[in-house]
Structures are given as C-alpha cells and as structure tokens.
C-alpha cells in the first residue's frame, strides 16, 4: 500500500497549498465579498466530476466488450466518486447562490447539467445497490453509466433553453474571463488539479475496498449456499 | 464421419460464486437418445441451458453439429430445439398463433411440417384458445412443437414428462421414438430411473457437476440402473 | 427485419387480445389530464400555457406504465429464451419493442392530447400537423430510452420505482425541448422553436443509435 499512501499525501497535500492560495493568498473579488472563495472549490469539483463520470462511462464500455470484472470495479467506484463530487458542486453552488443572490437554487445551465448527471449517476448507484448480484447487474449498470455521458450534449443545449427570469447567473469563471489575478487563477486551476488527485485517490481506493468486499459478498453466498440456506 | 450433432468440453459454471458444472464433456451422436439423470440441484437444468445456448458457461466449447457456439451461433442456434421447465410460449396466444410466429421467426417454409406438428398437439382446431385456458399438457405438447418447429439436428428437454398424464406421455414417447427414427439426437433429462432405462439409448449420471457414471450403450436392467444410481449418488461428490 | 415484423405482430396480437396496455394507460392519461388540469383551474388567459407541461406529463407517466409490458410478457414462461434461441439479430427485439411502444404510447396520446386541449379550453386543431410531429420525435426519445430500461429493470423487484428512477433524468432534455417546442407550435409556431427540435432529433438519433448498440450486450446471458 505504499504507493497508495504517497499518493494520498500528495493528493491531500495539493488540496492543502491550494485551499491555502484560495483562502490566503488570492485577493477577493470585486464586489463578492469572501464567499467568492468558494468558487476555488465549486468549479474544480465540477472538473473532477466529469473526470469521474468519463473514467466511469469508458470503464463501462470496456466492460461491456470485455466482460473484465476490473473494468466493472472501476465504474462502480468512479461512479461513486463522481456522485460526491457533483454534491460538492452542488451544495457549493447552492450556499454560493443563497450568499449572492439569495436564492438557492439558480437556473444556471451548468448547475442545472450537474444536478441531472448527479441524478443520473445517483440512480447507477441505487442500481448497483439494490439490482441484486454484483455480476449479474454489471452490464445494465453499464448501460447507465454510457447513458448518462451519452445525455450530456441534450443536456447541455436544453439546459440553454430554460431561460428563467435570472439574467446569466454566474459570471463566466472556468476558462479565465473574469478572473483577471494571476493568483486566482492559480487558485482554479490549481485546485481543478488538486481535485482531481483526490477524486483519482478516492476512486483507486475505492476499487480496491470494491474488489474485497465482492469477494466478501461471493464467499457469503457460498457459504450460505453450501449450507442450504439461500 | 460428420461431425457429432453436440460435442460440448470443458463445461464449468458457477451460481453466485460456487461451481455448480466442473467440467462437463458430453458428446451426442445423430440417432443417440442420450438420458440424464442426477438428483436435484445437481446442475442439470443448467448444463441444458448452457448447451442450449441460452447461458454462457465460464469455461468451455461447445459444438453444434461442427459449428462453434462461439464463432458460429446462428449457425449452432439454428440446429437446437430447447424445452425447459417453462413452454416458451406466449400464454395469451393460440397454439396456432404461436407455431405461426415461431416459424415465422426461425424461417420455417414448410407449411405442412408446421400443420402437422399443430395437429400433433390437439389444439388445430381451438383456433383463438389461448395457452392459459389450456391444460398443462397440452400446454407441454404445444411447447415441445414449439421446439421441433424448425427440425433441430439436436433435440435438448428438461424434464419433459413431469406433470403429464398417461395420454400425454404416451404422445411424448411416441414422439420421441419418431425422432430417432429420423436421425436427431436428443438429450433429455427425467428423473424417473425406470423411464430412463427404457428411453434412452444412453444413461448419463450427473451428481456434484460432474458426469459420474455413463453406460456404455442401452441399459438393459431398470433395476441395476437403479442400483448404480443409488450407488453413484451416495456420496456429497 | 423479417424477425422484426415478425415480433411486431406478435406484441401487436396480444395487446389485440388483452387490451391491457392501451386500456390501461389511456385511463391513467385521463386521470392524470383531470388531476393536472381540472383541478389545476386555470383561469382562460392561464390555460394555454398550461397544455405543454400536461401533456407531456401525462406522456411520461403514461409511457413508463407502458413500456414495462413490454418485456414483462416475455419473461411469462421463459419467452425471451424462446427468442434468443432462434438465429435472429438481438437487435431486432430491440427495434421490435421500440416500433411496438412508439405505436402503443402514439395510440395513448390521440386519447389524451385532444382530452388536455378539451379540459383547459384550447384550441388544439389549428396546430395538429406540427403537433403530431412534436410528439412523435419527442415520443421516438422517449421509447429510445424507455425501451431500453425497461429490459434492464424487468429483471429486479423493485422494478417500478427503478425504471423511474433511471429514465427520469436522462429524459430531461428531452422534455424540456418537448415543452418548449409544443409550446412553440401552440403559439408563435414551429419555426420559432429551431433549437428545441434540434434537440429532439438529435436526442432521438443519439439514443436510438445507443439502444442498437447497447442491447445486444446487455441480452447476451
């Protein structure tokens, strides 16, 4: 494990130095008040997000060709992260919006993007959870998963439609505009990165604990199996 | 020398986690009326579905009349007639109905081998009966049409008497004597010792997924079958 | 494609002879159209906005109760082993199934649409034409994906609160381009509403293209 334990010093040690620069050193916005900060979380979640949600869609695909139990580990666990990381955007999103413009929930076509592949992904884990065994479920799960990345341009375009009383909530932020100091932009991207490590940590490990406990799972019906109970 | 209408190797299979087939081989001539026997849970339903071509087993090959399952399997599914516990047939349909749509699927031409078939079963006449309102076995001889309909080089039944009464099974056996005469092989499995002494022209033994026991050809004596069967059986395997 | 026809009239047969989905669905689409709009009681400037979001939830809720029969009938006494043992491309029940629920859902809204426009007091006939094409792309997604999902859950228990659980959100673009676009045909008209119908159809063919593709590898055991 040791390898896994460096990189998850270095994963947490990314987060650190860069919560450090979002909440020290980058200078705050003009006119948001401190609560901006959070954006050094929110979009960087975003990012990971949809790192999770690929690794668990192509996962799915290979698995699906290759029937390889390992391909099936990886969307599981990347599917999971990726739900956690689109409840971060989320609930950042969230306090961000009740902060600013004392609303909740806003119609912002991004957020309304995350909220549908968080419930997307959220039904592959329910899925998993409750389709019975782990390998007969595998390629339906699989199918969701493909799904769910296979709906992001609809999404994204119908999102565009939803035209709410809101004027274009959230500023431009990913991608540079808006964000003219260097040390904020640092901030993003640096975070962006180091979300990303703790995201590809969380799931490595998450794949891992997945192998054992379906081999927990196999053994347990076996042994119930041999003892006549099923 | 043509290619034997099965010949399966290597068989395994596992049922959430633990093997229920461990290397199964089984090999079934044209003409041969090949008869499994084996107590319950001893994988015998499985290992039909499997070379039915229905369930995909962990580990082995499986050829149907020469054609790999694997490379060929329309080829191979083309040549299968499966009967398993459940008829296979749409309950809210007629038997007439039901015949039509599976020869329509499986491109059966032969009109008359299908009416044939249907008056085989009884039910010609009930033209808009549907299954449901009918008797198992009726049901049964409707199922087993169903599965002949396409003149299969190698006929696969689960357990096809159970539930019947004389008449039908004395319609079954006919029937199954008719098929050898015409040179399909069979592999069915019942659980009565007797039925299977003078069914097959080959007795199989399955206990613990493995084949146990074969006899080399017909069996003579019902009772030293059941002897042996009692004998194989014995143990957990 | 023989085999296609061939399962088309067969699922056509025994809904002929049972009735069930059709019966079944056109009266959960009027109570749902009674619900949604009567009791709503929309004053008559207010009604019309209301028609788009009735109807296509009453196309939702309906379509979900329908496309389960689907593959429930074919797991009655072991059916779909019937059909995967015949030399036939499983993309053909795939396509079958679609084809069968385009037509059994369009038979459902003829019932419902002209009801919706009746109880809040819209005129529907002026827009039929581009109406029936709305619905129809929107129906298309929708069977795409229900279809699909409906193999996947008929398997589990917990069947009827999957299905829901799994279509629902991959349907939202969707049913967000079908509102604005049938908003559009009842109003200003189609030609406003380019982007919604780009959506659609290439909703349509993404997923159409997906459930060809993806069903073969989910009916292989």
Same mark, same amino acid.
Request: with cysteine; aromatic share 6%.
């Given at each position: 494990m040791r390898g896994m334990e460096w990189f998850g010093a270095l994963a947490s040690a990314a987060l650190v130095a860069v919560l450090y620069v979002a909440l020290l050193v980058a200078p705050e916005a003009v006119g948001e008040g401190a609560v901006q900060r959070i954006l050094y979380i929110h979009a960087p979640s975003a990012f990971a997000a949809y790192g999770c949600i690929f690794v668990a869609a192509g996962a799915s695909a290979v698995y699906l060709w290759k029937r390889s139990p390992a391909a099936d580990r990886l969307a599981a666990s990347a599917a999971e992260v990726g739900v956690l990381m689109c409840?971060?955007?989320?609930?950042?999103?969230?306090i961000w919006g009740r902060a600013r413009w004392n609303a909740w929930w806003t119609p912002d076509p991004r957020l309304t993007l995350m909220l549908i592949l968080w419930a997307i992904y959220v039904s592959y884990v329910l899925l998993r959870a409750f389709g019975g065994d782990d390998e007969e479920i595998a390629p339906y799960a699989a199918v969701v998963a493909?799904?769910?990345?296979?709906?992001?341009?609809?999404?994204?375009?119908?999102?565009?439609?939803?035209?709410?009383?809101?004027?274009?909530?959230?500023?431009?932020?990913?991608?540079?505009?808006?964000?003219?100091?260097?040390?904020?932009?640092?901030?993003?991207?640096?975070?962006?990165v180091a979300m990303l490590l703790v995201a590809a940590w969380l799931v490595t490990v998450r794949t891992r604990l997945e192998r054992v406990e379906r081999e927990v799972r196999a053994v347990r019906r076996a042994a119930d199996a041999a003892e006549g109970v099923v | 020398m043509s290619a034997p209408a099965l010949d399966a190797r290597?068989?395994? !299979?596992?049922?959430?986690?633990?093997?229920?087939?461990?290397?199964?081989?089984?090999?079934?001539?044209?003409? &041969?009326?090949?008869?499994?026997?084996?107590?319950?849970?001893?994988?015998?339903?499985?290992?039909? !579905?499997?070379? /039915?071509?229905?369930?995909?087993? !962990?580990?082995?090959?499986?050829?149907?009349?020469?054609?790999?399952?694997?490379?060929?399997?329309?080829?191979?599914?083309? !040549?299968?007639?499966?009967?398993?516990?459940?008829?296979?047939?749409?309950?809210?349909?007629?038997?007439? &109905?039901?015949?039509?749509?599976? $020869?329509?699927?499986?491109?059966?031409? +032969? $009109?008359?081998?299908? +009416?044939?078939?249907?008056?085989?079963?009884?039910?010609?006449?009930? &033209?808009?009966?549907?299954?449901?309102?009918?008797?198992?076995?009726?049901?049964?001889?409707?199922?087993?049409?169903?599965?002949?309909?396409?003149?299969? @080089?190698?006929?696969?039944?689960?357990?096809?008497?159970?539930?019947? +009464?004389? /008449? @039908?099974?004395? $319609?079954?056996?006919?029937r199954l004597r008719a098929l050898r005469r015409e040179g399909a092989a069979a592999l069915i499995t019942v659980h009565d010792v007797a039925r299977a002494a003078s069914l097959g022209t080959r007795v199989l033994i399955l206990h613990a997924g493995r084949l146990a026991w074969t006899s080399g050809g017909a069996v003579a004596d019902p009772a030293a079958l059941a002897e042996t069967y009692r004998a194989v059986t014995a143990g957990r395997g | 494609m023989r085999a296609v026809l061939a399962i088309v009239r067969k699922d056509l047969l025994i809904e002929w002879r049972t009735r069930e989905t059709v019966v079944t669905t056109a009266v959960l689409g009027i109570l749902l159209v009674t619900v949604l709009a009567v009791a709503h009681d929309p004053t008559p400037a207010a009604a019309p906005a209301l028609v788009a979001p009735v109807v296509w939830a009453a196309v939702v809720f309906t379509g979900l109760l329908g496309v389960e029969r689907g593959f429930l009938l074919e797991r009655e006494q072991d059916c779909l082993g019937g059909l995967r043992g015949a030399p036939i491309d499983p993309t053909a029940l795939y396509v079958a199934k679609l084809l069968v629920n385009v037509l059994l859902l369009s038979v459902t809204q003829a019932v419902v649409v002209p009801l919706t426009g009746l109880f809040l007091r819209v005129d529907l006939?002026?827009?039929?034409? %581009?109406?029936?094409?709305?619905?129809?792309?929107?129906?298309?997604?929708?069977?795409?994906?229900?279809?699909?999902?409906?193999?996947?859950?008929?398997? *589990?228990?917990?069947?009827?609160?999957?299905?829901?659980?799994?279509?629902?959100?991959?349907?939202?673009?969707?049913?967000?381009?079908?509102?604005?676009?049938?908003?559009?045909?009842?109003?200003?008209?189609?030609?406003?509403?380019?982007?919604?119908?780009?959506?659609?159809? %290439?909703?349509?063919?993404?997923?159409?293209?997906?459930?060809?593709? *993806?069903?073969?590898?989910?009916?292989?055991?």
């Open positions: 409840t971060f955007v989320l609930v950042t999103g969230s493909i799904a769910g990345v296979l709906a992001i341009p609809a999404i994204r375009v119908s999102s565009r439609l939803m035209r709410g009383i809101h004027p274009s909530v959230i500023a431009p932020r990913d991608g540079g505009t808006g964000l003219a100091d260097p040390y904020m932009r640092l901030a993003l991207w640096g975070g962006a | 290597g068989i395994w !299979r596992d049922f959430s986690g633990h093997p229920v087939l461990r290397g199964v081989d089984l090999t079934v001539e044209a003409g &041969e009326t090949v008869v499994l026997l084996g107590p319950n849970g001893a994988g015998k339903s499985t290992l039909l !579905r499997i070379l /039915a071509l229905l369930l995909r087993p !962990r580990a082995g090959e499986i050829r149907i009349g020469g054609h790999d399952a694997g490379r060929e399997r329309a080829e191979a599914v083309r !040549r299968v007639g499966y009967l398993g516990h459940e008829s296979g047939c749409y309950p809210d349909l007629s038997a007439r &109905e039901n015949l039509a749509f599976y $020869a329509d699927l499986f491109g059966v031409a +032969d $009109a008359v081998h299908t +009416d044939e078939l249907l008056a085989w079963t009884g039910l010609a006449d009930a &033209e808009r009966r549907p299954l449901r309102a009918c008797s198992r076995g009726m049901v049964q001889r409707v199922a087993l049409a169903r599965a002949l309909l396409h003149r299969p @080089a190698l006929v696969l039944l689960d357990e096809p008497f159970t539930g019947l +009464d004389p /008449a @039908a099974t004395e $319609a079954l056996d006919a | 006939w002026h827009a039929v034409p %581009s109406l029936v094409v709305v619905l129809f792309l929107g129906t298309v997604g929708f069977a795409a994906v229900a279809t699909l999902f409906a193999f996947v859950t008929v398997r *589990l228990r917990t069947r009827q609160v999957m299905l829901p659980l799994l279509v629902l959100p991959l349907l939202m673009p969707l049913l967000i381009a079908a509102v604005k676009a049938t908003e559009a045909v009842l109003g200003p008209g189609l030609g406003t509403a380019r982007d919604a119908v780009g959506v659609l159809v %290439s909703f349509d063919v993404i997923f159409v293209t997906a459930g060809l593709l *993806l069903f073969p590898a989910i009916i292989r055991d």
